[in-house]
């Protein structure tokens, strides 16, 4: 699914609510979760071998989606992403433990999913790409301490090209209920479109 020429969406799931149902019955971390991020990553891959070699390519990714566009971007295709934004995202699958403290995350299936998929464990080199890791400060779903450790620790590394940016009333989502959250949604917007805009060329900005 495009947002406008260029820029991709993340995930990019067409099945319906019946069928993460169906997933979330058998093992909620390996049929849903990880099922969800790794089909997601294939078909971005797919989607990439598509598309000419030359055309800059950037990602947009909003709670897992954020996770599954800092990975693509950052780990799977490095050469070929030139932006990624990513909203109320984290980076590694640890925060379940938090929704799910009844769940064997020690088996042997898990603990290798949970180590493969950690973006803290990856080596991140970045040289020419554009990354923007925007969150709320008031996001009850995400919360802030899961990703903000490792997005300052990456800013803080790569100044000219990684920015984290945290707004005071943003929740979890991306549509606004407050007049404070209004102003953050309405700023993450337009930052999110500058962002693109300068990373990936006048063609960003055209609807």
Request: with cysteine; net charge negative; charged share 20%.
């Amino acid at each position: 699914m495009s947002l406008i020429p260029n820029i991709w969406l993340c995930p990019f799931l067409r099945e319906g609510p019946d069928f993460i149902r169906s997933l979330a019955q058998r093992d909620i971390f390996r049929d849903l979760y990880a099922a969800v991020f790794l089909e997601s990553l294939k078909e971005i891959t797919n989607r990439i071998a598509h598309e000419k070699a030359q055309r800059p390519m950037g990602l947009f990714g909003f709670s897992i989606g954020a996770y599954i566009a800092l990975w693509a971007g950052l780990v799977d295709h490095p050469d070929r992403i030139q932006a990624i934004v990513a909203v109320g995202g984290v980076p590694s699958f640890d925060y379940l433990r938090f929704y799910y403290p009844d769940y064997d995350f020690s088996t042997p299936h898990a603990v290798r999913l949970m180590e493969e998929t950690d973006l803290s464990r990856q080596p991140i080199t970045i040289k020419g790409q554009h990354v923007l890791i925007q969150h709320g400060l008031s996001d009850p779903v995400a919360q802030i301490d899961w990703i903000k450790p490792w997005a300052q620790s990456l800013a803080e590394k790569y100044p000219e090209h990684v920015s984290w940016t945290p707004y005071a009333s943003l929740q979890h989502r991306l549509w606004a209920e407050s007049s404070g959250e209004e102003e953050d949604v309405l700023a993450l917007r337009n930052r999110t479109l500058k962002w693109f805009t300068e990373a990936l060329g006048p063609a960003a900005s055209q609807g």
